[in-house]
């Protein structure tokens, strides 16, 4: 019986006795019978309310409900809000344990090597879309990827929702041709010391920890072939080629004052028309501008024979507003915020060159007057300076 739940009716027409003895003849279960005015109200089970269609038909009464009681009709009233918020609660679920999983590789910077190459490598490497993001290496993939292609000289690599960015910058030093008459030598760009070295060709000069001097020779292209007594049996040249890790150290030293101007406008402006015929400026006598100090904007204005005819006539206002210069003066956090955006537009600038900073050691300090940053960087650059050797000079 649905769970017992009851329905009260309003039941309404001129066949209302028939329509009770109809019920009663199909065993139809009413109770609680009573006659209000021309109207009858009747209790019925749930299970039996759907059996009166063809009753009603047949006596053409109308059925009106006015209350429905009992578990059935309670669990149907919840049972759609709970509809509602469990699928609520799944697509968050879902969209919560999706978002742990990578769905998006993005690269950029790449000219010479293909998105198709390096998503290759990466399938090749174990990173392929539906894998969990904790389970990527990011530190490592970056390595692999620089010692895999000679091409990059700096990448960079991060997790960004659910996509793998990974931005590229290539050399753009072109290494000496073997083919040319001249040769060269891989040379150090700064003072430093030395990281690491791997020679493809030529003869390395330097070896690991020892400390250089810009311009010294880290790999030569002459190479000497030195027979079984030890002695130089032949020499041949040839454009050097390697990776040489220089590590070094880079100052830093920014300072602005504490002080600086501020254009403050005063709400005093005027504005004057200009005509102009052909592009030509036809004078309009006006006073002078009365501000010392003023900022102007000039727009075109339309007008209606504009839009109708082909005259070379146009018309331009100006707006001068008059504004007073204030001294005013950073606070020191304010200071030390502009001074650290400083520091990060240097160190983007030197990771764009394929700059790898190892540490910092940057202090700032504020006085009254000025604010500063100071202190050193320690670098570490792949070398990639060639010069002609001595001898082809």
Not at 11 to 39: A, V
Request: with cysteine.
């Amino acid at each position: 019986m649905l769970l017992n739940s009851i329905v009260e009716l309003k039941i309404s027409g001129d066949q209302t006795e028939r329509f009770l003895n109809m019920c009663s003849y199909h065993k139809i279960r009413l109770f609680d019978i009573q006659r209000r005015e021309q109207n009858c109200f009747i209790k019925i089970y749930a299970d039996d309310f759907f059996n009166l269609k063809d009753i009603c038909r047949k006596t053409h009464v109308k059925i009106k409900i006015t209350h429905k009681k009992g578990l059935y009709f309670l669990i149907l009233k919840y049972t759609k809000k709970q509809i509602f918020f469990i699928t609520a609660f799944l697509s968050f679920l879902v969209l919560c344990i999706a978002s742990r999983f990578l769905w998006g590789i993005k690269i950029e910077g790449n000219q010479t090597i293909t998105n198709d190459l390096i998503t290759d490598y990466l399938q090749e490497n174990g990173i392929h879309y539906g894998m969990p993001l904790s389970q990527i290496p990011i530190y490592e993939l970056k390595t692999n990827i620089r010692n895999t292609y000679d091409e990059i000289k700096w990448v960079s690599i991060y997790l960004k929702g659910t996509n793998l960015h990974i931005t590229i910058k290539e050399n753009d030093t072109v290494k000496p041709d073997s083919n040319l008459s001249s040769y060269s030598d891989l040379i150090a760009p700064e003072n430093g010391v030395v990281d690491s070295i791997v020679v493809r060709q030529g003869t390395p000069m330097v070896k690991e920890g020892d400390e250089v001097a810009k311009g010294d020779i880290l790999i030569t292209g002459k190479v000497d072939i030195i027979a079984d007594d030890y002695t130089i049996k032949d020499t041949y040249l040839c454009n050097a080629d390697g990776d040489v890790y220089l590590i070094y150290e880079y100052p830093i030293q920014e300072q602005f004052s504490l002080e600086y101007l501020l254009k403050e406008y005063t709400g005093n402006e005027i504005q004057r028309n200009k005509l102009y015929f052909n592009n030509q400026l036809i004078p309009i006598p006006y006073p002078p501008i009365p501000y010392i100090k003023y900022d102007s904007l000039t727009e075109n204005i339309d007008y209606p024979l504009n839009n109708i005819l082909s005259i070379p006539i146009s018309l331009k206002q100006t707006t001068y507003r008059e504004y007073q210069v204030i001294r005013k003066k950073y606070t020191s956090i304010e200071a030390e915020k502009l001074l650290n955006k400083k520091l990060d537009k240097i160190f983007l600038s030197l990771e764009e060159k394929g700059v790898q900073i190892i540490e910092k050691n940057v202090k700032i300090n504020t006085n009254s007057a000025y604010s500063s940053a100071t202190g050193t960087l320690k670098l570490k650059v792949l070398c990639n300076r060639f010069q002609a050797m001595e001898e082809n000079k």
